[in-house]
C-alpha cells in the first residue's frame, strides 16, 4: 500500500509557473509508474502526464505537451509536475496516481489503470 499526498498548488497568472510535488510513503516506490490527472468544475477527470518507474518513458496529454514536465527522483519517494506557460484552461484540482509494475518501461493514460490517489491540489490561473 502506498499513500500520495500533493503539495504545490495556488494562485498563478495566465503564463506562470508552478510545481507540484507528489510524496509518496512506503520503501518500493521505483516499482510504481506515477501519473497526474486533473479535474475541473463540472468536467471529468482528464488525464495529464504519466511516467515509467525509472523515469526513462513519458507520456502527456497533447494541450500540456510542451509546458509541462513530469519527473521523479526515486531516492525522495516524490514525482514532480512542473508546469510552465501555464493558461485559464489548466485550472483544476491536480492528483498524482500510482500503480505497481515492478521495473518497466510501461506508461499508463487511464484512470483505472492507477490503484493509489492523492487528495489533490487546486491549481487555479487568472487571465
Known amino acids: 500500500q502506498v499513500q500520495l499526498v500533493e503539495s504545490g498548488g495556488g494562485l498563478v497568472q495566465s503564463g506562470g509557473s508552478l510545481r507540484l510535488s507528489c510524496a509518496a510513503s512506503?520503501?518500493?516506490?521505483?516499482?510504481?509508474?506515477m501519473g497526474w490527472f486533473r479535474q475541473a468544475p463540472g468536467k471529468e477527470r482528464e488525464f495529464v502526464a504519466t511516467?515509467?518507474?525509472?523515469?526513462?518513458?513519458?507520456y502527456y496529454l497533447d494541450s500540456v505537451n510542451g509546458r509541462f514536465t513530469i519527473s521523479r527522483d526515486n531516492a525522495k519517494n516524490t514525482v514532480y509536475l512542473q508546469m510552465n506557460n501555464l493558461k485559464p484552461e489548466d485550472t483544476a484540482v491536480y492528483y498524482c496516481?500510482?500503480?505497481?509494475?515492478?521495473?518497466?518501461?510501461?506508461?499508463?493514460?487511464?484512470?483505472?489503470?492507477?490503484?493509489?490517489w492523492g487528495q489533490g491540489t487546486q491549481v487555479t490561473v487568472s487571465s
Open positions: 511516467i515509467s518507474t525509472s523515469g526513462g518513458n513519458t
Open positions: 512506503g520503501r518500493t516506490f521505483s516499482t510504481y509508474a
Open positions: 496516481a500510482a500503480v505497481e509494475v515492478g521495473y518497466s518501461r510501461a506508461v499508463y493514460v487511464r484512470g483505472y489503470e492507477y490503484d493509489y
